[in-house]
Structures are given as C-alpha cells and as structure tokens.
C-alpha cells in the first residue's frame, strides 16, 4: 500500500474520527516515452528559469500566485494550512443522503479513508450507522490546496471517500440534439422495445469485475513482445492507405439487428405479408431402388419386341410389380419435377405397360 496522502480527521457532529486518506486506484495505462525520431533519444524536459535560462532544481522552486502581470504572492505549504486549518484537516460531513439521488456523472476519484491511531472504535460506529440507514455522508475536504465535495461511501469494511464535481462543473446538455421520447425521428414500436429488453435480459449477469480487463493494453504489449522478437525495435509501421469503403444508408433495420443480437436469423420479406414460417418441411423423396432405377430408363420398346423366350415365374412376379411401382415412382417425381419431365415419364410407362400386356398373346401363337 502507498503512503497515506493526507491526514486528518472525519468531523460527525461533535465526534472527531482520526484518519489517513490513500489513493484508491491505480493507472495502469501505457507508458509511452517521447523519442526524437533521428535518432531515437529520449526527449527530455527541464525546469529552467525565464528570465536566466538555466535549469531549477526542485528544491529551489516555491508556488505564487500572480495577482498582476509577472507579479506574484509567494504562497508556501504553511501559508495554505493556515488560511483555513480546519478545512485543510477536517473531512466536514454536512449531511446524509440515499446513495441514488447522486448522479454518477458527479462522482469523480476515490480515496480509501483508515482510522488513524485511536480512531478504530469510532470508525467502525461510523461505518455501522452508514450501513443500517443505507445513506452516504456529503462533505467538503480540501485535498492539494483544491476543496472538493465528497461523498463517504461504504465498502465493504471500508469507507471510501469519493470526490464529487461541484454543479458548476457538470456542462448542461441544453445544446446537445437529445431526442425525447416524443420525438418523431426516435419513435419506438412496442416490439422494437420487446426484442431490446429480451436482449437485455439475455445478457444481464451477476457483476464480476475479475472478468474484465485492459485487453487493448495486453494486445499493445504482445506486439511490442512481438518487434523485439523480430530485431524490429527501431522500425517506425507507417499507415497503410485506406480503401475506400462504401457509403452506408442513413435507414436502419432496427428489427433485423435486434434479431441477430438475440441469435435469431431475420424473417424473410414477403410481398403478400404471409407468413410462411409455419408451413411443413417438404418431405424428401424415397430413394428408388435397382428395379426401379432400370424401369425408369429411356429404353425403345422394340427392346421388349424381340425377346421370344417366355418369362420365368420370378420375371412375371417382377413385371407384375412394375406397375404399381412405377405409379409411386410418377407421382413422387410428378410433385417436384417440372410437367415437361412428367408427361415423358408417363408416356415411357404407358408403354412399358402396353409391351408387358402383349408378351401373353405372342407366346399362345408360339405355341
């Protein structure tokens, strides 16, 4: 944990709370160095004097304030504690609120407040009454010569202090194009609303801040991992040209997108307005057999004509199946097939049938 920044003490009524104010997060950010480009040194800054030019330490150097041009009070850290000790050493609570009626856009840096020595009774009995009444405490503390408005939240076992923006500082939204919800350009279908509130609900879990993390970070470093892996740490990537992108329409299909967030595919259009999507799947076909696969061929009839031998027992049992088996067949190609194929289909067993009905009369001349 880092040094306590500040001490002081929580002012609750006539109680008096010792504590140590500590940063409460960190800044995990990249931290990127200036480089002149010629030869890749470190750009440096220095603390000069205007007037001589040379270089200031920092122990030489003092806060002012310029009350006139280049006319300056000099204000040292014990000028500042004692213009007001009270403000600068007291987190003053000025009243207790519920927690929702501040705005999160007030809120702005927490601190982690410790009871300071002796003060662990109190901060504790402080911390309790928080709990039980289920407010916040709103205060004034001047932290780094700067007085904010802060808010004692708790946390766990922990109060936090976090600083708020005074209603100055928050910019009005007057100018900004807001639609209300009596906009025309922003109406909302009540199934517009259905479909995005099911997606909400989709999405909505029990707040796990473990699973979330800095992932444009690690992908920054992992390239940087990857340049020196390739002896490319000097190697400046100029941008590529961008392609020209197509030019988006201003009309959203808000049912569609909505559809596809909740994983569903979107409806297709139809001209008539029908809705096809409780019509049956069309069955599949059977697949024909051997038989059937040779008593569907193109074959002359003159084929059937010269044959002299008298079928066998097995061959009148086969022909006497072919009929009926060529009907199944007809109609079953007849539902998917176009009429062209149909009609030639019909005609080949019309006369198959024709050539199977005369076999009988040639063998009583034969004989």
Not at 49 to 55: A, D, V, Y
Not at 70 to 79: A, C, G, H, M
Not at 269 to 286: E, I, L, Q, T, V
Not at 301 to 312: D, G, I, V
């Amino acid at each position: 944990m880092a040094r306590s920044m500040w001490k002081g003490a929580i002012s609750f009524g006539l109680v008096h709370i010792p504590v140590e104010l500590y940063p409460a997060t960190s800044d995990n950010g990249l931290d990127l160095h200036m480089l002149d480009r010629r030869d890749f040194s470190p750009i440096g800054f220095k603390r000069y004097n205007k007037n001589t030019g040379k270089e200031v330490s920092w122990d030489d150097i003092i806060k002012g304030y310029e009350y006139a041009t280049d006319e300056y009070v000099v204000l040292s850290d014990e000028d500042l504690r004692r213009a007001n000790p009270e403000a600068t050493q007291t987190i003053d609570i000025l009243a207790f609120v519920d927690a929702e009626q501040v705005p999160l856009i007030y809120y702005e840096q927490p601190y982690y407040l410790a009871p300071g020595k002796g003060g662990d009774k109190v901060y504790a009995l402080l911390r309790e009454a928080l709990r039980e009444v289920g407010k916040i405490g709103i205060a004034n503390v001047v932290i780094r010569v700067k007085q904010h408005l802060a808010a004692l939240v708790c946390v766990g076992d922990t109060i936090v202090l976090n600083t708020l923006r005074f209603p100055d500082e928050i910019r009005p939204t007057d100018e900004l194009k807001i639609p209300d919800e009596n906009s025309k350009a922003a109406r909302i279908t009540e199934k517009e609303l259905q479909m995005a509130k099911a997606l909400v609900e989709g999405m909505s879990e029990k707040w796990k801040p473990q699973k979330y993390h800095d992932t444009y970070r690690e992908d920054v470093m992992a390239m940087v991992k990857k340049k020196i892996a390739a002896n490319q740490t000097k190697t400046i990537t100029m941008p590529e040209p961008e392609e020209d992108k197509p030019k988006k329409s201003n009309v959203i299909d808000l049912v569609s997108l909505l559809q596809a967030s909740l994983g569903k595919k979107p409806a297709p259009a139809h001209a008539d307005g029908d809705d096809d999507d409780d019509d049956p799947p069309p069955r599949k076909s059977r697949k024909p057999s051997s038989d059937e696969d040779e008593d569907t061929s193109d074959s002359p009839p003159s084929r059937a004509r010269k044959s002299t031998s008298p079928p066998t027992v097995h061959a009148r049992a086969t022909a006497a199946r072919k009929p009926a088996a060529k009907k199944t067949a007809t109609k079953t190609a007849a539902s998917k097939a176009p009429a062209k194929r149909t009609a030639a289909a019909s005609r080949t067993a019309a006369s198959k049938t024709a050539t199977t009905a005369k076999a009988p009369a040639r063998r009583r001349k034969a004989a």
